[in-house]
Structure formats: structure tokens, C-alpha cells
């Protein structure tokens, strides 16, 4: 496994849950300068863009969704991205990944699933009202 998500939980709503990506010691991502993104999959929905960080943190983007609720912040140090997650709402219950991309450049990111190589196995958030 690249990456492993971890964090998920069930929660109420106004709660908040902080994930967790690890990139494997293993994986050759530890040798290459790569994005964090998160997305995530609801229950009967397409899977969307949540939020992105570059190699080096100084790039951000969420969704409107998310903004102003959730952070992404990353430790290369301990090859660890997380998204901490704040007032939690019943629309935010979603299988969430995180995934990996190689861009060319260090502040690039991207939103598109499509551009993103490696992929955690998801962790469930669940959110009650």
C-alpha cells in the first residue's frame, strides 16, 4: 500500500475528526516531490475534489464545500498528510482518500482525480445530525 488513510469515525453533527494520510517507507513516493490531495465518495454520489496540498505547503485549495471548515496541512518529516475536518455536517459522510500526484513543479496542484497516481484504500467518515 502507498498510502494509508486513517482517522475516520462516526461523529455528530458541529463535531470535528482529523485525517490522516501515511506514505509507505516503501513506496517510491519518498523519493520524488508529489501533492496530497483528498477526495472523497458519498453514498450514490460521483467522487469530488475535497482539498489539495503541494510538495512543500505553501499551496492549498479546497472545495467550497469545505472551505472555511476543513485544513490540509502535510509533514514531509514524517511522510504524513492531514485534513482536519471542523464543523462536521451530515453531507461531509463520504468515503474519504487521499491520493498522490507528480506535478512538475512544486507549487502545482491539481483538483482533477484523474491527474493523481497513487491512492490510499479510503477511510469512512460518518457525520449524524
Known amino acids: 500500500v502507498q498510502l494509508q488513510a486513517s482517522g475516520g469515525g462516526s461523529v455528530l453533527a458541529g463535531d470535528s475528526l482529523r485525517l490522516t494520510c501515511k506514505v509507505s517507507q516503501t513506496s517510491p513516493l519518498t523519493d520524488r516531490r508529489y501533492a496530497v490531495g483528498w477526495f472523497r465518495q458519498g453514498p450514490g454520489k460521483e467522487r469530488e475534489f475535497v482539498a489539495v496540498?503541494?510538495?512543500?505547503?505553501?499551496?492549498?485549495r479546497y472545495s467550497d464545500s469545505v472551505k472555511g471548515r476543513f485544513i490540509v496541512s502535510r509533514d514531509n518529516a514524517e511522510r504524513t498528510v492531514s485534513l482536519q475536518m471542523n464543523r462536521l455536517k451530515p453531507e461531509d459522510t463520504a468515503v474519504y482518500y487521499c491520493?498522490?500526484?507528480?506535478?512538475?513543479?512544486?507549487?502545482?496542484?491539481?483538483?482533477?482525480?484523474?491527474?493523481?497516481?497513487?491512492w490510499g484504500q479510503g477511510t469512512q467518515v460518518t457525520v449524524s445530525s
Open positions: 496540498v503541494s510538495f512543500v505547503g505553501d499551496t492549498k
Open positions: 491520493a498522490a500526484h507528480l506535478p512538475d513543479y512544486d507549487f502545482a496542484v491539481s483538483r482533477q482525480a484523474s491527474d493523481y497516481t497513487y
